[in-house]
């Protein structure tokens, strides 16, 4: 029963989101403008201060950009069902409310990861190469534990709330940050020592090192730890989500 009350709720965040084409241009556009406009416009300027090809240092992050937006606005579709009785129906079907959660973060997940390898994809075509076959088949491993981890982050933050605004004004407030600060654009080793602490408290930089490692043939932290931040902070999303969504009210 709770297995498949997770692949019903996986089945439906999948096809919801499928089912829209224009969702999935309208993310697109976001990635893209970062490629062309940072990849090639201080493609030059990196070049010269030694640090190779931009482009392909932007890329992990531009992949995990994508990953971290479309899986942290996963959750509205929580208050959105909740405006519209669509969840009384789910949290009152005999299964635990950890499986819906779970369901509901894993097909959030599948969804972002199926949007990071569309991106994936569309730099390959723009001339970007993995380091290896099997680089690139670890990196998918490491872009789903990422979408995992903001997939869930986003159901316990939805979990909480009952207003639109004040979901997407949250999401903004704790998007820009975790992205602009993961390394995802700028070397962490290069940065202060202030924003350099900074960054590694932010559970993104461990992701996109991982697939940079995986991808480009280099990265900061090591996969050990990277793994390590990763599982961990899953672990601790769906422990503090289990506790959250056993306590909402209908």
């Given at each position: 029963m709770e297995m498949s009350a997770v692949y019903v709720m996986w089945l439906r965040e999948v096809k919801r989101f499928t089912r829209s084409r224009s969702r999935i241009v309208g993310?697109?556009?976001q990635p893209l403008l970062f490629l062309v406009a940072l990849g090639y416009g201080l493609g030059p300027i990196f070049r010269r201060a030694g640090q190779g090809d931009y482009f392909a240092f932007i890329v992990p992050g531009v992949?995990?950009?994508?990953?971290?937006f479309v899986s942290l606005f996963n959750g509205m579709?929580?208050?959105w069902d909740r405006q519209f009785g669509f969840l009384k129906e789910?949290?009152?079907a005999p299964v635990s409310r950890l499986a819906i959660m779970g369901g509901r973060a894993l097909g959030g997940a599948t969804v972002a990861m199926m949007q990071g390898t569309l991106v994936l994809v569309i730099t390959m075509i723009a001339g970007f190469r993995p380091v290896s076959l099997t680089g690139m088949a670890l990196g998918l491993v490491v872009m789903f534990f990422t979408a995992l981890l903001f997939s869930a982050l986003s159901m316990v933050i939805a979990s909480r709330l009952r207003d639109m605004q004040g979901f997407q004004l949250i999401i903004n407030f704790l998007g820009m940050p975790l992205f602009f600060l993961s390394g995802a654009l700028f070397p962490i080793a290069h940065r202060s020592q202030g924003l350099g602490l900074v960054a590694r408290f932010d559970p993104l930089s461990y992701g996109v090192d991982a697939l940079r490692i995986f991808l480009v043939g280099h990265g900061v932290f090591g996969l050990t730890l990277d793994f390590t931040v990763l599982a961990g902070a899953i672990v601790a999303i769906f422990t503090l989500g289990a506790r959250f969504f056993s306590r909402m009210e209908i």
């Amino acid at each position: 029963m709770e297995m498949s009350a997770v692949y019903v709720m996986w089945l439906r965040e999948v096809k919801r989101f499928t089912r829209s084409r224009s969702r999935i241009v309208g993310s697109l556009s976001q990635p893209l403008l970062f490629l062309v406009a940072l990849g090639y416009g201080l493609g030059p300027i990196f070049r010269r201060a030694g640090q190779g090809d931009y482009f392909a240092f932007i890329v992990p992050g531009v992949i995990s950009m994508s990953i971290l937006f479309v899986s942290l606005f996963n959750g509205m579709q929580i208050i959105w069902d909740r405006q519209f009785g669509f969840l009384k129906e789910t949290l009152v079907a005999p299964v635990s409310r950890l499986a819906i959660m779970g369901g509901r973060a894993l097909g959030g997940a599948t969804v972002a990861m199926m949007q990071g390898t569309l991106v994936l994809v569309i730099t390959m075509i723009a001339g970007f190469r993995p380091v290896s076959l099997t680089g690139m088949a670890l990196g998918l491993v490491v872009m789903f534990f990422t979408a995992l981890l903001f997939s869930a982050l986003s159901m316990v933050i939805a979990s909480r709330l009952r207003d639109m605004q004040g979901f997407q004004l949250i999401i903004n407030f704790l998007g820009m940050p975790l992205f602009f600060l993961s390394g995802a654009l700028f070397p962490i080793a290069h940065r202060s020592q202030g924003l350099g602490l900074v960054a590694r408290f932010d559970p993104l930089s461990y992701g996109v090192d991982a697939l940079r490692i995986f991808l480009v043939g280099h990265g900061v932290f090591g996969l050990t730890l990277d793994f390590t931040v990763l599982a961990g902070a899953i672990v601790a999303i769906f422990t503090l989500g289990a506790r959250f969504f056993s306590r909402m009210e209908i």
